[in-house]
């Protein structure tokens, strides 16, 4: 057995900041069973934004002439190039976290998958660990239903090994995961669809939100599927898959899970301690991101709290400062924000219409569509609009969107505002950069509307 002062589980977004923090103040185990840095780094945010940079490319050399610049025919996709230039990039990033640790006198890299023998033992390999701080950082995977796996399939991970385009790429989930990856495949060169049980994308945002991502699809040439009860899938032949959506048949060369996550807490043998998971094996933790047994925190996906990149660095945050003895941070601050990186993007902070409605608020919003932003038309990108949900008792925003050109990095000013807790005034009678899609932000806040549940 080998004591340390901290052991990390996992070298994600969340547990590598943390393991070069603790290193400053003690000794630190970090443990991995696959690549080092996580899903951002190997299979989500990283190789897809990679792969999404590709897939505009495409876009642009098929919408040359809407611009007046003429483009000579036979263009088309190298996924070989297009993966190879991921890989160097996913590359590069594992290569830099590894070197940062070995350089690191006071980190220790385990490779292997790690199990609890109880609360503060870990065993992996056939070395045992023990620390009275442990850090599970373990992140998510995708949802793989029972009916699913009889048949070839792909998910986030593996799709991005193929070399080979899809002539059809059908997939079941019409949330960020599926979107994203059915414009990419789509703008390189497969046929795709999307399949989905709602009546409607990325189910939890307002209807004008899911309604213009549809359009955006559709205008792409993506087919898409709601209100699909019945998803019944068989492998048709060597080279194909039958999906039976009720009584109708479609046939694809590929098929992509993008159903949903659950958290990779199904190896760490969690009954040999008494920490606490939920319904879902998420690891309950409090306002600090510490579960029931002291000393032991869950962190990144695996605690259920966020889905995201930046909220696991901030949980990594907020460990650092309860561990410090400051506690500056605590998940119950952070606002909800996030984006749609299909292409125009989708840009969230805060609440939707409908959740400030439901939680009792008196609400005023400002929408704008793109179509009324000189910028965008200049770009020619209007597909979008940009909305703003008010508390009319204290002029703070409660949320807003940014669906459009820019609309990820655009968001981030009304997030700001947001965090300082300052009145949309501010933002409304600021100057802005013309000519730019984010100084028509103070028009939209000028003409605010009452909206009644």
Known sequence: MKNFDYIII???????PLAFSLSKEGTVAIIERSFLGGTCVNNGCTPTKAYVASARRMWDAFHGDDLGIEIPAGVKANLKKIKARKDKLVSDSRSNIEKAILNNEKIELYK??????SNYEVKVGDKVLTAKNIFINVGASAVVPTEYQMVPFYTNENILEITDLPKHLIIIGGSYIGLEFGQIFKRFGSKVTIIERNKKLINREDEEVSDMVAEIMKSDGINLVFNAESIKVRQYNKSSISVVVDTKEMRGSHL???IGRTPNTDTLQLANTTIEVDK????KVDDYCQTNVPGVFAIGDCNG???FTHTSYNDFQIVESYLLKKKERKISDRITTYGLFIDPPLGRIGMTKKEAIDKG???AVGCLPMTKVGRAKEKGETFGFMEAVIDVKTNLFLGACVLGVGGDEIINGITNLMYAKQPYTLFRDAVHIHPTVSELIPTMLEDLKPVNG
Do not use: D, K, P, T
């Not at 996992?10 to 590598?16: L, N, R």
């Open 10 to 16: 996992g070298s994600g977004q969340a547990g590598v």
């Open 112 to 117: 292997g998958e790690a199990h609890f023998l």
């Open 256 to 258: 992509l899970l993008a």
């Open 280 to 283: 879902r094996n998420y690891i």
């Open 305 to 307: 709290q966020g889905a």
């Open 361 to 363: 608020y008196e609400i």
